[in-house]
Nanobody, 129 residues
Framework: QVHVVESGGGLVQAGGSLRLSCTVS????????MGWFRQAPGKEREGVSC????????YYLDSVKGRFTISRDNAKNTLYLQMNSLKPEDTAMYYC??????????????????????WGQGTQVTVFS
């Protein structure tokens, strides 16, 4: 059974930074592309960033390019999202998905059957101006 735990969210003033972490157990970590998603109240979930299993490829949503950096430590089974220059519009629940189908130029590709997607419980990011 895959176990996913996100952490690092919080309340931060606009312009500030947060580093999200996602620790995973129960799967072979470096077999998979991984990604971060977010969902704000009343909005659909969107793919924020993803990284290939080999760390050779990354993708960023246009609105976060230049501000967010995704990374992974395969030895620690941990995925990270460094978020700088935060804006109020970044406010959302952030979720890690450690078993993407792929990370491509169009973003993170998830399995169409959500039973196969190992979502964590999420971590709340709130940015105030």
């Amino acid at each position: 059974q895959v176990h996913v735990v996100e952490s690092g969210g919080g309340l931060v003033q606009a312009g500030g930074s947060l580093r999200l972490s996602c620790t995973v157990s129960g799967l072979t970590f470096d077999d998979y592309a991984m990604g971060w998603f977010r969902q704000a109240p009343g909005k659909e979930r969107e793919g924020v960033s993803c990284i290939s299993w080999s760390i050779s490829y990354t993708y960023y949503l246009d609105s976060v390019k230049g501000r967010f950096t995704i990374s992974r430590d395969n030895a620690k089974n941990t995925l990270y999202l460094q978020m700088n220059s935060l804006k109020p519009e970044d406010t959302a629940m952030y979720y890690c998905l450690p078993n993407l189908i792929s990370c491509s130029g169009s973003g993170p590709i998830i399995h169409p059957n959500d039973e196969y997607n190992s979502w964590g419980q999420g971590t709340q990011v709130t940015v105030f101006s």
